[in-house]
C-alpha cells in the first residue's frame, strides 16, 4: 500500500534572519501584504520585544513568503510578523529607547537609543537574528491561487482575532468590488507594480471625512459596498452583511488582481456622482471646515436613507444651490426630530424601528424621510421642480426644430451675424434646451434651439448641467 502523503500547495523552507537586515534592505521585505491592514504596537508592546530580544529569550518564528517580481527580483513578504521587523526597524533608526525594564541586566541600557549605545553593544545587537519559516512555491503576485493561499496563512495565524464579514470580503484580492472600495472607502492600498503598500489612500473619497464613523473595522468600505449594490439594481434592494459578501464574491474574475475596471460601469460612475454632490453639500460646514465630522452622520441606517433621498432628489429633481441649502438644513432638522423622538411622533419611531439594511425596512425608512424633506420643503415655500426624464430631442424633434429656425443658430442671429455665418450644415447642429434641462427646462420644441458647436459649447461651460 502506498504511503499516505497529501499533496501540499507551497513548501516552507526554515531560516534565520539577522535583525539588521530589515534595517539595512527593507526593500528586500514587504512588511504589509494587500490583504492584511495596517496595526501599530504601542511603545510599551515595542519595547516588551526589546527587551526579550536583549536577553535572548524565545521570540516567535516570523512568516515569510517569496513573491516573484521578476526573473532576477523576488522580495519577501511577511505573512506574520509585522510588528517584530517594524520594531527592530524602529530601534535601528533611534525612533525606540530602551525600556527601564532592562536596568537589572545592565544600569546603562534604560532610556538609550540605538546610536547612544557603546559599539561592544551595538555590536551584539546587530548580531541578533529572528528565526523565520519562508513559504515557496506560491511566489506569483498576479496569481489568484498564489494570492488565496498567502491569505488563508495569514488567517490562520490570526489566532483568535476573528476577522469580520468585510475584512475577510477585503482580502477577495481578484473582486472587482472590493478593489473599488477599497480605492474609494479605504485608508491604505497596495501598489503592485512596485509590490508595496502604500500606507495613505490619496484615493479616499472625500464622501467619508463627513461621516463621525470610524473605519477601523472597515465600516467605510462595507457602506460603500451598500451604495454599489442598491445602484447596480437601480432601486433599494437587500444590503445586509450577507449581501454584501456576496455580490464581492460575485465580481470575482480571473485577471481580477489590481484591476479597477469596475469604476468604467455607469452605475459605478453614478455613486461617485451622488457622493460628489453630498460632499458638495456639506463641505462649506462649520464642522468639516475645522476638520471635523457632521455630527449628524454616525448611525449607519441614518446615513443610508439621507444618502437615498439624495439619491432619489438629483434623480427626479432640479437640484441646484437652493436645494443643495434646503437639503442640508433638512438633515439637521430631521437628525433632531429622529434623535429626540417622542413616543407621540409615530413616524419617527417607525423609522428607528425599521433600522435593518433589508429592502423592507429601508422602503419603510425611505418613505418616511421622503415625506418629511418634501413637507419640509413646503414649510420653507420651496417648490421642488420635476425634471423632465427625457433628456435627449429625438429625430422627428430635431428635425422639426432645425426646419423652424430655417438652420439659423440662434445666438449668431441674436449677435446680428449675417445669415451665411450663421448658418449651420445638418451635421454640425446641436439642439438646445432654452431652460437647461438640469433646471427643469422640458425636452420639447417650444423649450428648443438651434445652436451652432461654438455656441452650444459656450452655454455648457457657463451652464455645466445644461
Ligand atoms: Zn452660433
Redesign the pocket.
Known amino acids: 500500500m502506498a504511503k499516505f502523503d497529501p499533496k501540499t500547495k507551497y513548501d516552507i523552507v526554515p531560516d534565520m534572519i539577522n535583525i539588521e537586515d530589515f534595517n539595512r534592505y527593507p526593500e528586500e521585505f514587504v512588511v504589509r501584504p494587500p490583504y492584511q491592514r495596517k496595526t501599530v504596537w504601542s511603545r510599551r508592546k515595542q519595547q516588551d520585544l526589546l527587551d526579550s530580544l536583549f536577553r535572548r529569550f524565545y521570540v516567535p518564528r516570523i512568516v515569510l513568503r517569496e513573491v516573484r517580481l521578476s526573473d532576477d527580483r523576488a522580495v519577501k513578504e511577511v505573512i506574520d510578523g509585522q510588528q517584530r521587523i517594524t520594531t527592530v526597524q524602529n530601534f535601528f533608526a533611534d525612533k525606540l529607547p530602551l525600556p527601564n525594564s532592562l536596568n537589572d541586566l545592565n544600569p546603562k541600557l534604560p532610556g538609550r537609543r540605538y546610536s547612544q549605545l557603546p559599539v561592544d553593544v551595538r555590536k551584539f545587537v546587530n548580531r541578533l537574528s529572528y528565526q523565520a519559516d519562508i513559504v515557496k512555491g506560491i511566489a506569483d503576485p498576479m496569481n489568484p491561487a498564489h494570492q488565496e493561499v498567502a491569505t488563508e496563512i495569514f488567517w490562520r495565524l490570526q489566532q483568535g482575532e476573528s476577522l469580520n464579514y468585510m475584512e475577510e470580503a477585503h482580502s477577495k484580492l481578484s473582486s472587482l468590488v472590493r478593489n473599488f472600495v477599497v480605492k474609494y472607502a479605504d485608508d491604505q492600498r497596495f501598489n503592485y507594480d512596485k509590490y508595496e503598500p502604500i500606507d495613505k489612500n490619496q484615493d479616499k473619497h472625500n464622501f467619508f471625512v463627513l461621516l463621525k464613523r470610524k473605519n477601523d473595522r472597515m465600516q467605510h468600505l462595507a457602506l460603500l459596498v451598500r451604495f454599489l449594490l442598491i445602484e447596480k439594481e437601480t432601486r433599494i434592494v437587500d444590503i445586509r452583511n450577507a449581501d454584501v459578501v456576496e455580490y464581492i464574491e460575485s465580481e470575482i474574475q480571473q485577471d481580477g488582481i489590481g484591476n479597477y475596471d469596475l469604476e468604467e460601469k455607469v452605475y459605478a460612475k453614478h455613486v461617485l456622482q451622488n457622493l460628489n454632490l453630498f460632499y458638495d453639500i456639506f463641505k462649506d460646514d462649520p464642522s468639516v471646515q475645522n476638520g471635523d465630522p457632521i455630527p449628524e452622520l454616525r448611525i449607519e441606517y441614518f446615513i443610508m436613507s439621507v444618502y437615498l433621498l439624495l439619491r432619489h432628489l438629483r434623480t427626479y429633481y432640479v437640484f441646484d444651490k437652493t436645494e443643495e441649502e434646503l437639503f442640508r438644513d433638512f438633515v439637521v432638522t430631521f437628525h433632531e426630530r429622529w434623535s429626540n423622538a417622542r413616543q407621540t411622533d409615530r413616524d419617527i419611531l417607525l423609522f428607528s424601528n425599521s433600522r435593518q439594511q433589508s429592502a423592507g425596512e429601508i422602503e419603510v425608512r425611505d418613505r418616511i424621510i421622503r415625506q418629511a424633506f418634501f413637507e419640509f420643503a413646503d414649510q420653507h415655500n420651496h417648490k421642488m421642480l420635476t425634471k423632465d426624464r427625457r433628456r435627449a430631442f429625438n429625430e422627428a424633434e430635431r428635425i422639426k426644430i432645425y426646419r423652424r429656425d430655417e438652420g439659423l ?4 442671429l441674436a ?1 446680428n ?1 449675417p445669415e451665411k455665418e ?1 448658418q ?1 450644415s445638418w451635421s454640425e447642429y446641436q439642439a438646445d434646451h432654452v431652460i437647461p434641462h438640469a433646471k427643469g427646462g422640458a425636452t420639447d420644441i417650444a423649450n428648443a434651439q438651434l ?2 458647436r ?2 452650444n459649447q459656450q452655454k455648457g461651460a457657463r451652464l455645466p448641467t445644461s
Open positions: 443658430c440662434q445666438v449668431c449677435e451675424k450663421a449651420v445652436l451652432c461654438y455656441h
